[in-house]
Nanobody, 118 residues
């Protein structure tokens, strides 16, 4: 069983930065892929970024150059994924979900709210 707990999001002004994180517990290996998705109000859940086990990252076009996904490399942070979000825009507002892919299954956190005011 895998559990994912996300940190609190926050409210930030246009152009600001946030760095939500999520920690996975359970059957997590160092090469487990972890990803972030987001869902705006009344919209579908969209892909934001993924950190593939070997260190490969991929981003949605809407966030390229502004967001960076990473994983901790210390013993107590290796199961933690971070999403550094810079130059935030109002359209980045939404609930952000962290997920992990383990043995062909997807596990998701409860979501954390990010609000960008103009």
């Amino acid at each position: 069983q895998v559990q994912i707990v996300e940190s609190r999001g926050g409210l930030v002004q246009l152009g600001g930065s946030l760095r939500p994180s999520c920690t996975a517990s359970g059957n997590i290996e160092s090469n487990t892929s972890m990803a972030w998705y987001r869902q705006g109000q009344g919209k579908q859940r969209d892909f934001v970024a993924i950190f593939v086990g070997a260190g490969i990252t991929n981003y949605a076009d809407a966030v390229k150059g502004r967001f960076t996904i990473s994983r901790g490399d210390a013993k107590n942070t290796k199961n933690t994924a971070y999403l550094q979000m810079n130059s935030l825009k109002p359209e980045d507002t939404g609930t952000y979900y962290c997920g992990a892919y383990v043995l062909g299954k997807e596990y998701w956190g409860q979501g954390t709210q990010v609000t960008v005011s103009s």
